[in-house]
């Protein structure tokens, strides 16, 4: 199977949760992404986590990783329109720092 | 502080030529990285460079190949084009090789023909 894989699409209301799931499976992973893709831009960098850590916050943003599961999320709190985005999970692997292996990317769209 | 520039932002070409794009990172940062991004195999890692000497490659053809500069500046080239190549291609900065955080330009689209 796929080494990360991301459910593809995600409707909420605006100012609901949005909870945006990724499965990857190597063990090995050292740190996992979130990045967000807007219609004809390039990836930004939303927050990171190093594989020993289960949760990391960052204002909206809060992320959970279970590593018996091999299971990432990404919590994004009062989803606004402008949140309307592809989001991305990516992990890298113990010597390739720099090679992020990239999910398929989940299409969050925003409902008014 | 400058983010990362691609250029060009849009490019066609023809079956059979080549083709180069042009990277340049944040500035102080060192490590350039280039992806491909298509609808059907999503985002790919294509290679990664460090003070000019290739570190990293993805599972790609010969065909594409890259450098960088003393300035850390990147270039990547696609010779022989197919109609296969044609892509978002995305460069990604960060501040040295193990570095975590990694910033990507607004992309090339390349167009085949």
């Known amino acids: 199977g796929e080494d990360v894989e991301q459910s593809l699409f995600l409707s909420v209301r605006e100012g609901d949760s949005s909870v945006i799931n990724c499965t990857y499976t190597d063990s090995s992973s050292t740190y996992l992404y979130w990045y967000k893709q807007e219609p004809g831009a390039g990836l930004q960098l939303l927050t990171y986590i190093f594989s020993n850590m289960d949760m990391k916050q960052d204002q909206r943003l809060t992320v959970l990783l279970n590593k018996k599961d091999k299971h990432l999320s990404l919590r994004i709190a009062d989803t606004q329109t402008g949140d309307s985005a592809i989001y991305f999970c990516?992990?890298?692997?113990?010597?390739?720092?720099?090679?992020?292996?990239f999910g398929s990317g989940t299409q969050l769209t925003v409902l008014p | 502080k400058a983010g990362v520039t691609q250029t060009p932002r849009y490019l066609i070409k023809t079956r059979g030529q080549q083709v180069t794009l042009s990277c340049s990172p944040i500035s102080g940062h060192r490590s350039v990285s280039w992806y491909q991004q298509t609808p059907g195999q999503g985002l790919q890692f294509l290679f990664e460079?460090?003070?000019?000497?290739?570190?990293n490659k993805g599972n790609f053809p010969g065909r594409f190949s890259g450098r960088q500069f003393s300035n850390s500046r990147s270039e990547m080239n696609v010779s022989t084009l197919e109609l296969g190549d044609s892509a978002l291609y995305l460069c990604?900065?960060?501040?040295?090789?193990?570095?975590?955080?990694?910033?990507f330009g607004q992309g090339t689209r390349l167009t085949v023909v």
């Open positions: 460079y460090f003070s000019e000497t290739q570190r």
């Open positions: 990604a900065s960060s501040l040295d090789s193990a570095n975590t955080e990694a910033f």
């Open positions: 990516a992990e890298t692997r113990p010597g390739s720092a720099r090679q992020l292996t």
